[in-house]
């Protein structure tokens, strides 16, 4: 049995869709979605989904104790899927690798500190960018820095507005994420 953690801050629509692409595929469970949110939207569709869903502090999140806590589900694969807190480096050691995170532009642009969501989709047009995307990564020790295992594009139009620029980037991430978790799960 492969098991992916889930990490969420958000809505979920990313957690959603994967939990869609391999609820039938035998082999895969996800022993909790771990948030830092607890109003986050993404709670609703855990419990919705029969998960645990696991709310932390920082206080613990950035405590090493917390590593016997991620330990215990023996997680093959950590997914980060709109999660907005850095991962502390006693994860990123433990499970090199194996963590993995989703970023809403083409990174290395528009990454790092604060650089989440909306206010992406902001710094791109601001730019006056003709292309954004998504980009799927291995975590490491920075925000955003990991090794690059995925890149796909869509055009800027001048016509776009954050709103619009995010719903299209978003739909790629539906598309794809699911995809590179799959080969990662069975490489
Ligand atoms: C997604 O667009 C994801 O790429 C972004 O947050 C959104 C979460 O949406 N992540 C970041 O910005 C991380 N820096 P969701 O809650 O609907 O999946």
């Known amino acids: 049995m492969k098991k992916i953690l889930l990490f969420a801050s958000g809505s979920g629509s990313n957690v959603r869709t994967i939990l869609q692409n391999f609820y039938e595929q035998p082999g895969v469970s996800f022993p909790a979605i771990i948030t830092n949110n607890k109003h986050a939207g993404v709670i609703e569709i855990a419990r919705a989904a029969g998960l645990d869903v696991m709310v932390v502090n920082k206080e613990n999140f950035y405590s090493e104790v917390f590593i016997d806590v991620i330990d215990m589900m023996n997680p093959d694969l950590l997914v980060l899927a709109g999660f907005l807190w850095k991962v502390p480096d006693y994860l990123v050691q433990t499970y090199q690798g194996k963590i993995i995170n989703i970023h809403p532009a083409l990174l290395p642009k528009f ?77």
Request: glycine share 10%; charged share 25%.
């Open 111 to 187: 990454g790092g500190k604060g650089m989440y969501g909306h206010h992406v989709h902001e710094a791109v047009i601001a730019a006056g960018e003709t292309e954004s995307g998504i980009t799927i990564h291995l975590v490491n020790e920075h925000y955003d820095e990991g090794t690059i295992l995925l890149q796909k594009k869509v055009d800027v139009l001048d016509s776009d507005t954050p709103e619009t620029l995010a719903k299209k980037v978003l739909k790629l991430e539906h598309e794809w994420y699911s995809k590179v978790i799959a080969t990662l799960l069975n490489s």
